[in-house]
C-alpha cells in the first residue's frame, strides 16, 4: 500500500481518557462503575452526534470518529459496521512518554477492531530529554513497521510542549510560542521521525498561525518521494472560533486535509448534559450543528 492519504479527513475526535474522567466526571483511580457507565454513555451521546451530523450533510466518505477502546468499544464496534472512517489510538492515556496501552499485545487490539487509522499521541520536542525522545522513536519506528508489514494506515498526532527555555525566550507567552518557534520544531521533528524510520500517512499538527508554516510542515511531511502523505489540523481544545482560523489558514495550503477535532465541539454540550441543564437531544444537537460547522469552516 502506497504510504499517505488522498482523500479529506474530518474526525471527530473522543478518545480521551483520562480527561474525561478527570474534567467531566470528577474521578480519580480506580475508576467505578458508575463513572465508567457514564463515560462510556457520553461517548454515545457525541457518536449520536456525529451520525446526525452526517444525515444533516457532512460527506460520510471524508467524516470519521477518532474513539478509544476502554469507554467506546460499542460506538468503535457500530462505526465500523456502518463503514465510517474510524481512527483508534495506540498510546497510554495522559503519559508524558509514548508507549504501547496493550505493551506487546498493541497488534492484536488494532486487528480485533480493525480501524481505518491507528493513531498515536507524541509529546516531543528536539530540544528536550533526548533519551525519552530515543525511546519513543525506537517505539514509534517498530509502530510503522508493524503497520506497512500489513497495509495499515498510521495517524501520528504531534504536540511540541515548549520546553522553559523556549518560553522564557517567547517572553513567557504561549502564543508567541506557537507563532514564532514552534512551526519550526514541527519541521524539525518530522525530518528527525523520518530519518528513525516513523512513516506516518497523516501528520496531526496543531494549528498554524501562517499560510507559510504550513507550507512549510507539508514540504516536510512530503519530502524525499512521499507525495501522498498529508496533514490535517488538531484543535487542542480551543474556543470555535480559534479553531475555525486555524482551519481557514490550513485549507488554503494544499496538503493540508482535513482535522480532528474534539472538546472544542462536544465538551460543553457534554458538560451541560451531565448537569441536567439541557437533555440528552439537545446535546446531540449542539455536537451534530458544531461538527457541521467546522466541516464548513474548513471547506469554505
Request: include cysteine; charged fraction near 30%.
Amino acid at each position: 500500500m502506497a504510504l499517505g492519504y488522498t482523500k479529506p479527513l474530518y474526525l471527530l475526535a473522543f478518545d480521551h481518557r483520562g480527561s474525561f474522567e478527570r474534567d467531566l466526571f470528577s474521578a480519580s483511580h480506580p475508576i467505578s462503575d458508575k463513572v465508567r457507565a457514564g463515560i462510556t454513555d457520553a461517548k454515545e451521546v457525541i457518536y449520536e452526534g456525529f451520525v446526525e451530523a452526517a444525515a444533516r450533510g457532512v460527506p460520510t466518505d471524508d467524516a470519521g470518529i477518532l474513539v478509544d477502546e476502554e469507554y467506546g468499544t460499542m460506538v468503535a464496534r457500530k462505526a465500523r459496521s456502518a463503514g465510517h472512517v474510524l481512527a483508534m489510538p495506540v498510546e497510554k492515556s495522559g503519559q508524558a512518554e509514548f508507549d504501547f496501552e496493550y505493551g506487546e499485545e498493541f497488534g492484536r487490539h488494532i486487528e480485533e477492531f480493525d480501524p481505518t487509522f491507528a493513531k498515536v499521541l507524541v509529546r516531543y520536542n528536539p530540544d528536550g530529554d533526548k533519551e525519552l525522545n530515543l525511546r519513543q522513536a525506537e517505539r514509534l519506528a517498530r509502530l510503522t513497521a508493524w503497520l506497512h508489514d500489513r497495509d495499515r494506515r498510521f495517524l501520528f498526532e504531534l504536540l511540541v510542549p515548549a520546553t522553559p527555555e523556549q518560553l522564557k525566550r517567547s517572553g513567557g507567552e504561549q502564543r508567541r510560542y506557537d507563532r514564532e518557534i514552534r512551526p519550526g520544531l514541527v519541521v524539525q521533528i518530522i525530518r528527525a521521525m523520518q530519518d528513525a524510520g516513523v512513516e506516518p500517512d497523516i501528520w496531526k499538527i496543531e494549528g498554524l498561525d501562517s499560510a507559510g508554516a504550513c507550507t512549510d510542515v507539508v514540504a516536510a511531511a512530503r519530502r524525499g518521494g512521499r507525495d501522498g502523505v498529508c496533514c490535517i489540523v488538531l484543535g487542542r481544545g480551543a474556543d470555535e472560533p480559534q479553531v475555525i482560523e486555524w482551519l481557514r489558514i490550513a485549507a488554503s495550503v494544499s496538503g493540508f486535509d482535513g482535522f480532528a477535532v474534539g472538546r472544542t465541539l462536544w465538551e460543553q454540550p457534554l458538560r451541560d448534559w451531565i448537569a441536567g441543564t439541557i437533555d440528552r437531544s439537545a446535546a446531540v444537537d449542539q455536537i451534530a450543528a458544531r461538527y457541521l460547522e467546522t466541516v464548513s469552516g474548513f471547506v469554505a
